[in-house]
């Protein structure tokens, strides 16, 4: 600003002095229009000069915090003597598994289960009960404190974690996306799927018709961190990813909690096809989409509270049971409501409740 600020006003000073001279007669026409071109010629590389002063700076700044990142001690390194992980059928354990952040506080007292190769496990539980805990343990974000992580027979601690992270297929509860292009995020499951497999992946997850919608279509760019897209339409950006992926192992935290339930059951058709024949852990808080799940965990303050099927959950009238009950009152208050607001007794209902509030 500075610098445009003097550049203006050195201009327009030389220029009117020009103009007196010319009217004085000591300068002709083309005297005033040659200082007027000189000046122009000047200010373009003047400024450039400043913009490349300002980007050099910037880099040095940026290249700082780069080398500040790199010098940040990894917590999590392979073993000098780590092979690749190899992946026969797929089956995940958790044997004995202690876990805390910090030392203080445990999350994880002792959890074991098994996912059969090509079944699906669903993990459900009160809200911070450890859940996530346990799909950033599988990912090795942490390592366990006691007990082992077995993918397949082989501890995730003697693998390399490229080659563990390459079998694992995640939908995350907060999904991240890049400062980038639709299209870019969701190829990033797989850098070099083509374009006809993204639109498939996309279309599979339910998002290709909102992105055809779009102005830019596939093109365009969803923010910082994905800000423009709802968290349903993130969501589903993230299990495009996870489709055009296709890990032997899939993990998906909440992967439909934030969909409407119309969404939600076609969602839940298309991630049914890309679970089958893949070992899957599923955590969920709406237990009507773990219905069919091989096996129910019930997680609680970090402890295994109840397993099985959920027709044997529903039978032992445990904590399950209970869970089940309150949120199918929920869900069928839900629908009366919607039904009531379809048909023209919403006026009535909202009449009546306020009466008897009153
Ligand atoms: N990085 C962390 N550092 C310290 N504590 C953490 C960290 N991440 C999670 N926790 C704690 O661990 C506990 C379990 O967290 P977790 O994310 O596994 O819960 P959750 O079962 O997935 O809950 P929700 O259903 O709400 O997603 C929580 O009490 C949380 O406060
Ligand atoms: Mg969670």
Request: proline residues 4%.
């Given at each position: 600003f500075g610098q445009g600020l003097i550049f203006g006003l050195g201009t327009v000073i030389v220029m009117c002095m020009s103009a007196l001279e010319v009217q004085a007669g000591?300068?002709?026409?083309?005297?005033?229009?040659?200082?007027?071109?000189?000046?122009?010629?000047?200010?373009?590389p003047l400024n450039f000069i400043g913009f490349i002063y300002r980007e050099i700076r910037q880099g040095l700044t940026d290249i700082e915090h780069m080398f500040d990142l790199l010098d940040v001690p990894q917590e999590i390194v392979d073993k000098p003597d780590a092979g690749p992980l190899k992946v026969s059928a797929g089956k995940v354990e958790f044997r004995d598994v202690h876990f805390s952040y910090d030392s203080n506080r445990k999350i994880l007292k002792g959890v074991s289960f098994e996912v059969p190769a090509g079944k699906t496990v669903a993990i459900v539980g009160p809200s911070g009960a450890g859940k996530s805990t346990i799909s950033r343990?599988?990912?090795?974000?942490?390592?366990?404190?006691?007990?082992?992580?077995?993918?397949?027979?082989?501890?995730?601690?003697?693998?390399?974690q490229e080659s563990l992270r390459a079998v694992l297929g995640m939908v995350p509860q907060d999904t991240v996306l890049f400062n980038d292009t639709i299209a870019y995020n969701i190829r990033y499951g797989r850098i070099g799927a083509s374009e006809e497999e993204v639109r498939k992946a996309a279309e599979l997850a339910q998002?290709?018709?909102?992105?055809?919608?779009?102005?830019?279509?596939?093109?365009?760019?969803?923010?910082?961190?994905?800000?423009?897209?709802?968290?349903?339409?993130?969501?589903?950006?993230?299990?495009?990813?996870?489709?055009?992926?296709?890990?032997?192992?899939?993990?998906?935290?909440?992967?439909?909690?934030?969909?409407?339930?119309?969404?939600?059951?076609?969602?839940?058709?298309a991630l049914d096809l890309v679970s089958k024949g893949r070992t899957t852990l599923v955590i969920a808080h709406r237990l009507s989409t773990v219905i069919s799940a091989d096996e129910i965990i019930v997680l609680k303050d970090g402890q295994i509270a109840e397993r099985g099927t959920h027709a044997a959950l529903l039978r032992q009238q445990g904590l399950y049971a209970s869970m089940w009950d309150r949120q199918r009152e929920a869900t069928e208050a839900e629908e009366r409501l919607r039904i009531a607001r379809e048909s023209d007794e919403f006026g009535v209902i909202v009449r009546r409740r306020t009466s008897e509030v009153s």
């Open positions: 000591t300068q002709s026409v083309g005297d005033f229009v040659f200082i007027n071109a000189m000046l122009m010629q000047l200010s373009v343990l599988l990912f090795r974000f942490y390592d366990v404190q006691r007990g082992q992580v077995l993918i397949d027979g082989q501890d995730i601690r003697d693998v390399t998002i290709g018709p909102f992105i055809e919608k779009l102005p830019d279509g596939y093109r365009s760019m969803v923010g910082e961190r994905g800000l423009k897209l709802s968290g349903g339409e993130k969501q589903r950006v993230a299990i495009a990813r996870t489709i055009l992926k296709a890990p032997p192992i899939l993990m998906l935290d909440e992967a439909t909690s934030a969909l409407d339930t119309q969404t939600e059951q076609e969602i839940q058709a």
